[in-house]
């Protein structure tokens, strides 16, 4: 009976320690990245707000087939829906299968005649699950790297594109 009560008892701690250290952890977490790219708004635009054409620059719709239902993309496990867009931004609602959705937002921003910042950012709220908290640590890791490589590949399709013209 003691063995019970010590194994119930230490549980109880362990799971309030790390639920006392995952409150720490913000409830909001936002995963970004940008890169200068020589292009055009109207040639950015073209390959962040038309999802049909994220297959020449996404390693991810490459390998794998999108398929489209009303305004919402189907690609893997992976649901895209346009939110909002404009002359400079682009907003979608992300959804990965196992996780909380992502707002993700492209901005393109002048630095100079022909040489524009795409921004690219991925934001999530989570709730106070301690499993939901430290699964974003693993955000900046993974969708980072992702980012870096999804940004250089449209960079460099920017560039082909201005050297074809």
Not at 25 to 47: C, D, G, L
Not at 98 to 103: E, I, T
Request: without cysteine.
């Amino acid at each position: 009976m003691r063995l019970i009560k010590l194994v119930i008892i230490s549980l109880l701690v362990l799971a309030s320690i790390v639920t006392a250290i995952s409150s720490l952890f913000p409830s909001t977490v936002i995963v970004s990245r940008a890169m200068e790219v020589s292009a055009n708004s109207k040639q950015i635009a073209h390959y962040v707000s038309d999802l049909n054409q994220w297959d020449k620059w996404m390693s991810d719709w490459k390998e794998n087939k999108a398929s489209w239902k009303d305004s919402t993309v189907y690609i893997g496990t992976q649901t895209l829906k346009l939110v909002s867009k404009n002359d400079s931004s682009v907003t979608y609602d992300w959804v990965a299968t196992g996780q909380r959705p992502y707002l993700v937002r492209f901005e393109w921003i002048p630095l100079q005649t022909g040489i524009y910042v795409i921004h690219w950012s991925f934001e999530q709220h989570v709730k106070w699950y301690p499993w939901e908290k430290f699964q974003t640590l693993l955000n900046e890791k993974v969708l980072g790297y992702k980012m870096e490589t999804e940004l250089a590949n449209l960079r460099e399709l920017l560039l082909q594109e201005n050297n074809k013209q």
